[in-house]
């Protein structure tokens, strides 16, 4: 398995610009999150999912959209890009509830 | 709760000492806890759980502690070494939803040699 991958590892953004970040896991697992972590802070949630086809709000999902078509995928979508978003963003996934969440390597996002 | 704008609080401890990390949690009703280990520039990666009916868990050099009375929790490193410098997270479900699972803001962890 190669676990939790996230795609690009970089990128630079212009602001007013749009991206996806790509999120997949080969787990088999029903819940997938998206934190950012900003320098020095912990880690805030954007948008999770319970399984394909149903995502909610985290605690920070202003500025950002997902989707989850398939259980393997849930990629993070930003549009209009702001400053506010440089971040390093993690996708993560889990198989229940009460089980430990895998990460993904993080994707570092600059906004210029 | 939020904690928000505040920067990682730091522990600093001299190799071969052994380390404790501490943790609040907010919802009494939690019954699972996980503390995460984030190397820089890596994602977090499990280190060791506890349900909440018990009270300690061993693993390999780590201990965690989970006192309900007074909803805390705690990280113990056994002889620590300059590879557990790192960014100590634990997690649990937060009230609105046992499918979502927040972090603590975390305590980095400095060795000195």
């Known amino acids: 398995n190669a676990g939790v991958t996230q795609t690009p590892k970089f990128r630079i953004l212009k602001i007013g610009q749009s991206m996806t970040l790509q999120c997949a896991q080969d787990m088999n697992h029903n819940y997938m999150y998206w934190y950012r972590q900003d320098p020095g802070m912990g880690l805030k949630l954007i948008y999770y999912s319970v399984g394909a086809g149903i995502t909610d709000k985290g605690e920070v999902p202003n500025g950002y959209n997902v989707s989850r078509s398939t259980t393997e995928d849930f990629p993070l979508r930003l549009e209009l890009a702001a400053p506010s978003q440089t971040s390093v963003y993690f996708c993560?996934?889990?198989?229940?509830?009460?089980?430990?969440?895998?990460f993904g390597q993080g994707t570092r996002l600059t906004v210029v | 709760g939020e904690s928000v704008g505040l920067h990682l609080p730091t522990l600093s401890v001299q190799e071969g000492d052994n380390s404790i990390i501490n943790c609040a949690y907010s919802?009494?009703?939690?019954?699972?806890f996980i503390w995460y280990k984030q190397e820089s520039g890596k994602g977090p990666q499990f280190i060791i759980d506890i349900r909440s009916n018990m009270d300690k868990r061993q693993g390999q050099r780590v201990t965690v502690l989970l006192n309900k009375t007074v909803k805390h929790l705690s990280l113990q490193i056994a002889a620590t070494q300059p590879g557990d410098s790192a960014v100590y997270f634990c997690?649990?479900?937060?009230?609105?939803?046992?499918?979502?699972?927040?972090f603590g803001t975390g305590t980095k962890l400095q060795v000195i040699p």
């Open positions: 919802n009494s009703a939690s019954d699972y």
């Open positions: 997690a649990e479900p937060r009230p609105g939803g046992y499918q979502k699972v927040t």
């Open positions: 993560a996934s889990r198989i229940g509830l009460n089980t430990e969440a895998f």
